[in-house]
């Protein structure tokens, strides 16, 4: 984020700010006394240093929180911003003991009972925000520190609004926004018996939390929400420790609740792991329906996900052999040409053209766009093994016997041990007759019942020869016509 973006965030944060001090004046309002009045100017003049001097700022702020502590309001609202000034300075100057010294001071302004609920959820809030979108903005260098800090304040925030009766404040909301923000990073670092640990409390608070909410619509709703957000941390798990029977059970009440408002990217994000689940059972089109799905919700959440999961969607068709474009679909279609997606676009023209040398050349040309996806890199494979299949069959169609060189040669020069795998598998699954002599190296199809030889044609010429000689000896026996035992008798000459 640059400086010029953190000052127009934070003055929105300001504006906030003073209007919320508005509303908080009666119809009877008080004049402010001297005091109060210093400690609003000191308060801006600091925020005004911030563009010049970070250092000079902090001290300012420093000066706010001693002047409200000398007037025998400490931990005042006027401290309290400071704080979260503070906290703010040193997030950009990246400080992690500062960050974490000041965020604490701020939990402990908010423990002494001089802030109101609102300010304290708008300030936990904007700070686990901004610690959040750090996350997203660092270089891979500093990924490792930047996820240390954000579990530590995950932490601190988690313990001290425990509504277990280990926290100073209750605030459940608090608590279960921060534990779930705390659950994602610890997937992300993949710390997985923390994370169980953390949906063990979760789903405890949730029952307790159900047992207690009376039968209103807003209960209700509010209680559904919060279990898909629950079953969307639990999928992930599971999934990251290929629990498919557990991911599937957790899917499938997950698509069972009803009458919460989750936010679109919870379904969007349980709908896609569904449909990697599907993937991984080769249930290929359960998979494509499901990553359509998770598509539509990543769209209408606005996500950058959509795309990857828009890449899923058309993979998940390729390996169903379906017929149908993904991206005739009317959600799909204004994404075809889009710099991320025109290499998938392509990739399903060479598929449905059958063109296994434009399929393979795009795979080689698109290794960023395409093989970059650790998903789509686990079925490349399958990708090119269905493709194959597909362009074998209509290559083998009108021939009873093919060199398997031939065949290789075909399918863009792969070994003849590959040619064996895929016919192989064509004759167990049932979509072949046929048998491979692997002296010869040449595939022998059979359209008769029985056995086949390399000699099948001519076995077939003279197994009908034979049945034809049998029903003129038959009608000879009947009629007595000696002309039909010498026609009989010269066909089983040319038979033999």
Same mark, same amino acid.
């Given at each position: 984020?640059?400086?010029?973006?953190?000052?127009?965030?934070?003055?929105?944060?300001?504006?906030?700010?003073?209007?919320?001090?508005q509303f908080e004046y009666t119809d009877e309002e008080e004049e402010a006394d001297d005091g109060e009045i210093r400690?609003?100017?000191?308060?801006?003049?600091?925020?005004?240093?911030?563009?010049?001097?970070?250092?000079?700022?902090?001290?300012?702020?420093?000066?706010?929180?001693?002047?409200?502590?000398?007037?025998?309001?400490?931990?005042?609202?006027?401290?309290?911003?400071?704080?979260?000034?503070?906290?703010?300075?040193?997030?950009?100057?990246?400080?992690?003991?500062?960050?974490?010294?000041?965020?604490?001071?701020?939990?402990?302004?908010?423990?002494?009972?001089?802030?109101?609920? +609102?300010? #304290?959820? $708008?300030?936990?809030?904007?700070?686990? %925000?901004?610690?959040?979108?750090?996350? *997203? !903005?660092?270089? @891979?260098?500093?990924?490792?520190?930047?996820?240390?800090?954000?579990?530590?304040?995950?932490?601190?925030?988690?313990?001290?609004?425990?509504?277990?009766?280990?926290?100073?404040?209750?605030?459940?909301?608090?608590?279960?926004?921060?534990?779930?923000?705390?659950?994602?990073?610890?997937?992300?670092? +993949?710390? #997985?018996? $923390?994370?169980?640990?953390?949906?063990? %409390?979760?789903?405890?608070?949730?029952? *307790? !939390?159900?047992? @207690?909410?009376?039968?209103?619509?807003?209960?209700?709703?509010?209680?559904?929400?919060?279990?898909?957000?629950?079953?969307?941390?639990?999928?992930?798990?599971?999934?990251?420790?290929?629990?498919?029977?557990?991911?599937?059970?957790?899917?499938?009440?997950?698509?069972?609740?009803?009458?919460?408002?989750?936010?679109?990217?919870?379904?969007?994000?349980?709908?896609?792991?569904?449909?990697?689940?599907?993937?991984?059972?080769?249930?290929?089109?359960?998979?494509?329906?499901?990553?359509?799905?998770?598509?539509?919700?990543?769209d209408e959440a606005g996500d950058p996900n959509r795309l990857r999961c828009l890449k899923y969607l058309v993979m998940?068709?390729?390996?169903?052999?379906?017929?149908?474009?993904?991206?005739?679909?009317?959600?799909?279609?204004?994404?075809?040409?889009?710099?991320?997606?025109?290499?998938?676009?392509?990739?399903?023209?060479?598929?449905?053209?059958?063109?296994?040398?434009?399929?393979?050349?795009?795979?080689?040309?698109?290794?960023?766009?395409?093989?970059?996806?650790?998903?789509?890199?686990?079925?490349?494979?399958?990708?090119?093994?269905?493709?194959?299949?597909?362009?074998?069959?209509?290559?083998?169609?009108?021939?009873?016997?093919?060199?398997?060189?031939?065949?290789?040669?075909?399918?863009?020069?792969?070994?003849?041990?590959?040619?064996?795998?895929?016919?192989?598998?064509?004759?167990?699954?049932?979509?072949?007759?046929?048998?491979?002599?692997?002296?010869?190296?040449?595939?022998?199809?059979?359209?008769?019942?029985?056995?086949?030889?390399?000699?099948?044609?001519?076995?077939?010429?003279?197994?009908?020869?034979?049945?034809?000689v049998h029903a003129l000896e038959g009608i000879s026996n009947h009629c007595g016509t000696s002309r039909l035992k010498?026609?009989?008798?010269?066909?089983?000459?040319?038979?033999?």
């Open positions: 984020m640059s400086d010029d973006e953190e000052y127009e965030y934070e003055y929105d944060d300001d504006e906030d700010e003073e209007m919320e001090d400690l609003e100017n000191e308060y801006y003049n600091a925020k005004g240093l911030r563009e010049h001097d970070l250092g000079e700022a902090a001290s300012a702020f420093e000066k706010v929180i001693e002047l409200e502590r000398e007037d025998g309001k400490e931990n005042g609202q006027w401290s309290y911003k400071a704080m979260k000034q503070l906290v703010k300075l040193h997030l950009r100057t990246g400080e992690s003991s500062e960050i974490l010294r000041h965020y604490n001071r701020m939990l402990d302004c908010i423990a002494k009972g001089g802030i109101t609920p +609102n300010a #304290t959820e $708008k300030g936990i809030n904007g700070m686990l %925000d901004r610690v959040s979108s750090l996350l *997203q !903005g660092n270089s @891979s260098s500093k990924v490792e520190d930047t996820q240390k800090l954000a579990s530590q304040v995950y932490e601190c925030t988690v313990n001290f609004f425990d509504p277990n009766g280990n926290g100073l404040v209750r605030n459940d909301r608090l608590w279960f926004k921060t534990n779930l923000k705390y659950g994602q990073l610890l997937y992300e670092t +993949n710390e #997985t018996t $923390k994370l169980s640990t953390l949906l063990r %409390d979760l789903k405890t608070t949730q029952s *307790q !939390g159900d047992a @207690s909410l009376t039968a209103t619509t807003s209960a209700s709703s509010s209680s559904s929400t919060h279990l898909m957000e629950i079953y969307a941390l639990q999928i992930q798990l599971y999934s990251r420790q290929k629990d498919n029977k557990k991911l599937r059970e957790v899917f499938n009440r997950a698509m069972t609740v009803r009458g919460g408002i989750p936010h679109p990217r919870t379904i969007a994000l349980i709908q896609e792991f569904g449909g990697k689940m599907h993937m991984a059972a080769r249930e290929y089109e359960s998979a494509g329906k499901t990553f359509f799905q998770a598509f539509k919700s990543y998940a068709s390729m390996l169903h052999a379906s017929t149908i474009n993904p991206f005739d679909s009317q959600e799909a279609r204004p994404y075809r040409d889009d710099p991320e997606i025109v290499a998938m676009t392509n990739l399903v023209h060479a598929f449905h053209s059958n063109d296994i040398q434009a399929f393979e050349e795009i795979l080689r040309e698109n290794q960023g766009r395409i093989m970059e996806d650790e998903f789509v890199r686990e079925h490349v494979e399958d990708l090119l093994r269905t493709i194959r299949r597909q362009v074998l069959r209509r290559l083998i169609q009108p021939y009873k016997r093919i060199s398997l060189n031939a065949i290789a040669k075909e399918l863009n020069d792969i070994p003849v041990q590959d040619v064996e795998s895929l016919l192989v598998g064509l004759i167990l699954d049932g979509k072949l007759d046929g048998e491979i002599d692997q002296l010869e190296g040449i595939l022998l199809k059979n359209h008769t019942k029985g056995n086949i030889s390399k000699y099948a044609p001519q076995e077939d010429l003279c197994k009908s020869l034979e049945e034809m010498e026609s009989a008798r010269h066909i089983r000459g040319i038979a033999h």
